[in-house]
């Protein structure tokens, strides 16, 4: 199965760090959403968006890129990191996959340090994530969609 993975990271790397983890087990192209704006995705059997979460959504690059780059009928997977868990994060992305009439074939989420605004006064939240438990955990969210294939 050929898989793409269309993701921005930058801060502290967090969501690199869970597509890195990812990458040991699995041989896939990941693509930084800065460094190519375009990319015709059809050839791709999955294509997965991950980003950190910016005020309760993807980042904006994700979604225009996801926007105009999208083929129809893809099976689709998200990954986030958040600093806080709240529900909604992925409603935007959601909305873009139906809109391609895509297959939304999985979500993955975990925590990851932040620093964002008045955060950095208090040292930030949930320092040392993503950990081994959550890089494990997103290895194996992976294998249970391959599996399915």
Request: charged share 30%; net charge positive.
């Given at each position: 199965?050929?898989?793409?993975?269309?993701y921005?990271?930058?801060?502290?790397?967090?969501?690199?760090?869970?597509?890195?983890?990812?990458r040991?087990?699995?041989?896939?192209?990941?693509?930084?959403?800065?460094?190519?704006?375009?990319?015709?995705?059809?050839?791709?059997?999955?294509?997965?968006?991950?980003?950190?979460?910016?005020?309760?959504?993807?980042?904006?690059?994700?979604?225009?890129?996801?926007?105009?780059?999208?083929?129809?009928?893809?099976?689709?997977?998200?990954?986030?990191?958040?600093?806080?868990?709240?529900?909604?994060?992925?409603?935007?992305?959601?909305?873009?996959?139906?809109?391609?009439?895509?297959?939304?074939?999985?979500?993955?989420?975990?925590?990851?340090?932040?620093?964002?605004?008045?955060?950095?006064?208090?040292?930030?939240?949930?320092?040392?994530?993503?950990?081994?438990?959550d890089?494990?955990?997103?290895?194996?969210?992976?294998?249970?969609?391959?599996?399915?294939?």
């Amino acid at each position: 199965m050929k898989i793409a993975i269309i993701y921005y990271s930058r801060h502290h790397g967090n969501t690199k760090k869970v597509l890195d983890a990812i990458r040991e087990i699995y041989d896939l192209e990941l693509i930084d959403v800065l460094e190519c704006k375009e990319k015709n995705l059809s050839e791709y059997d999955a294509i997965g968006f991950a980003s950190g979460i910016y005020f309760n959504n993807f980042h904006k690059s994700i979604i225009a890129f996801a926007k105009s780059n999208l083929p129809e009928n893809k099976k689709v997977f998200l990954i986030h990191t958040y600093g806080i868990k709240i529900k909604g994060y992925t409603k935007e992305m959601k909305k873009i996959i139906q809109e391609k009439s895509c297959e939304l074939i999985g979500v993955f989420g975990c925590r990851g340090y932040d620093t964002f605004g008045p955060l950095k006064l208090i040292g930030g939240i949930a320092k040392g994530r993503p950990n081994e438990k959550d890089l494990n955990d997103a290895q194996e969210f992976f294998r249970k969609f391959i599996k399915k294939g």
